[in-house]
């Protein structure tokens, strides 16, 4: 999957906001809070939020962030693992100046400016895993990567899924 767009946007903004589906499960919260590590860890100078009001009691994830509408409209928003905008938990991700849908399951809705959907993943956080492996000047924190290996792991039901690869792992 090409991910030029990504980079590119990513470099763009001083805000990014990072969306996930309701009801999340761990691909949804790993990607989110994996991202989000990934972004602190390499971007220290920008501003990012993980956003969603609900919560899971499969693990322990950090507390979402609250931010105003005024944040949301300038920044990129990504958001992970969600099929169809109205999924989206915090409903506000289209006010953004940008929006990017990163998902592995089929894109039966398309949203956002830029759609970067890989059905052959078998999760979110592995479709991330493999951005950052390939940004050769980034680096990947054992955080980052625990929040990634919790949501690929939960996803793939420890690797038994049919989905499950040489890739993924």
Avoid at 81 to 107: C, M, Q, W, Y
């Amino acid at each position: 999957m090409n991910c030029d767009a990504l980079s590119i946007s990513i470099e763009q903004f001083d805000t990014i906001t990072v969306f996930r589906h309701e009801h999340p499960d761990c691909d949804a919260l790993g990607s989110q809070w994996g991202l989000c590590t990934w972004l602190r860890d390499n971007f220290p100078e920008k501003k990012i939020y993980a956003l969603g009001s609900e919560t899971t009691d499969q693990t322990d994830f950090p507390k979402s962030d609250e931010v105003s509408d005024d944040i949301i409209r300038n920044s990129l928003a990504i958001v992970l693992d969600t099929g169809n905008a109205e999924r989206i938990d915090d409903k506000r991700s289209p006010l953004a100046r940008k929006v990017i849908k990163i998902d592995h399951h089929p894109n039966i809705e398309p949203f956002g400016d830029v759609i970067l959907v890989d059905t052959k993943a078998a999760a979110v956080c592995e479709i991330l895993g493999e951005y950052f492996l390939s940004r050769k000047d980034c680096k990947l924190s054992l955080m980052a990567a625990e929040y990634l290996y919790e949501g690929l792991l939960t996803d793939t039901l420890c690797y038994a899924t049919s989905n499950t690869t040489p890739h993924t792992l």
